[in-house]
């Protein structure tokens, strides 16, 4: 499995950004997807997850109403729509694969088997 973020870039806070995360490998239908971020001198955090069939997600308190997380299993794909970006979104976000098939979208870094390369989003204020 080999995972490929982008779509990330330099927004004004209140803009909005798309990322995207290529799955490549089988059966991504059965792989939980997370997006995390890690900001400079911080550690990796949890933004948003959706578990394999898509019946559930999670967002961060800090993103909630604000980011959603979505994923297209003919494309191969999981997505985090970014709106009303706020400085303290600036981080480098990882998108992440878990193999297990949860009921429920795991939270937790260390459950997720596969990670991209991250993808730099900066938020002007």
């Known amino acids: 499995v080999q995972l490929q973020a982008f779509g990330g870039g330099l927004v004004q806070a209140g803009g909005s950004l798309r990322l995207s995360c290529e799955f490549s490998?089988?059966?991504?239908?059965?792989?939980?997807m997370g997006w995390f971020r890690q900001a400079p001198g911080q550690g990796r955090d949890v933004v948003a997850a959706?578990?394999?069939?898509?019946?559930?997600?999670y967002y961060a308190d800090s993103v909630k109403g604000r980011f959603t997380i979505s994923r297209d299993n003919a494309e191969n794909m999981v997505y985090l729509q970014m709106n009303s970006l706020k400085s303290e979104d600036t981080a480098v976000y990882y998108c992440?694969?878990?193999?297990?098939?949860?009921?429920?979208?795991?939270?937790?870094?260390?459950?997720?088997?596969?990670w991209g390369q991250g993808t730099k989003v900066t938020v002007s204020s």
């Open positions: 959706i578990n394999w069939s898509g019946t559930s997600t």
């Open positions: 992440a694969a878990d193999r297990s098939r949860r009921v429920v979208a795991s939270t937790t870094p260390g459950t997720y088997n596969y």
């Open positions: 490998g089988r059966a991504f239908v059965t792989y939980g």
